[in-house]
């Protein structure tokens, strides 16, 4: 299994070199956990105006097979994106629950 997360640290809603994952160190306050957060928002924003496109164009019996592969290639980024933020979101929450049963650490 792959392990998206170390304790204590949010996985950021983007990648580093290499595609790499890039983690936050902090108390969830500070500057970049807030741009974090903007580009989640934005993510998760973008996700719901491609299934708006996805609905028309499957709809539309004239579609290409260039514009089907081409929405496919961005539902595969966009699906990516959410599944990163999904992941970040849920070992947060974890870590809060650990925290909350274990209040002396």
Same mark, same amino acid.
């Given at each position: ?30 500057? +970049?956990? %807030?741009? =974090? ?9 973008? #996700? @719901? ?32 994106? +959410?599944? %990163?933020? =999904? ?9 809060? #629950? @650990? ?7």
């Amino acid at each position: 299994m792959i392990r998206h997360t170390t304790d204590g640290a949010r996985l950021l809603p983007w990648t580093g070199v290499e595609g790499k994952p890039c983690y936050l160190v902090g108390d969830g306050e500070g500057y +970049v956990s %807030r741009i =974090a957060d903007n580009v989640e928002s934005v993510q998760l924003g973008m #996700a @719901v105006d491609l299934l708006g496109h996805v609905e028309d164009l499957l709809g539309d019996r004239s579609a290409t097979p260039e514009q089907l592969r081409y929405i496919v290639a961005r539902l595969a980024e966009s699906l990516r994106e +959410v599944h %990163r933020v =999904a992941w970040s979101r849920g070992a947060r929450l974890v870590a809060v #629950a @650990v925290r909350a049963e274990h209040p002396e650490q």
